[in-house]
């Protein structure tokens, strides 16, 4: 999905918010952790085996950290306590279903807000940090 939308054939108009952001994503390397995939595409490396192992491998390489998305991985990663900061995005809409963000976790992770950020839209960036 992501890939389809942010590819640079997908960008719309130079000066269109998807052609930073995708020339941003189109650039950046991914890691993709999966069981059920063979192969992976789009500047991508597969991830098996040992997954704390993998993460704080790439935290040590060079730049600005190591992003991910999804539900499944950020509560491996939390169970983990690998993640070193968390940013939700708080839209203004109720949805009523899907999938619950780190469902089945299986400690409280206690949280410093350290930035938020409205936007026009409603929408709250908040960024927290894990209390050590």
Do not use: C
Request: net charge positive.
């Amino acid at each position: 999905m992501m890939e389809s939308a942010f590819r640079s054939a997908a960008w719309e108009a130079p000066l269109d918010w998807k052609h930073s952001f995708g020339r941003t994503i189109d650039a950046a390397r991914k890691y993709v952790v999966s069981s059920t995939l063979n192969q992976v595409e789009w500047n991508a490396e597969l991830v098996r085996g040992d997954l704390a192992k993998t993460v704080q491998q790439l935290k040590q390489e060079p730049g600005k950290g190591v992003f991910q998305r999804g539900v499944k991985l950020p509560l491996a990663l939390a169970e983990l306590g690998l993640i070193g900061e968390y940013e939700l995005i708080v839209q203004p809409t109720l949805a009523g279903h899907g999938p619950t963000l780190f469902a089945g976790l299986s400690k409280p992770v206690e949280l410093k807000l350290v930035d938020r950020l409205q936007f026009r839209s409603g929408a709250v960036a908040l960024r927290y940090e894990p209390r050590r």
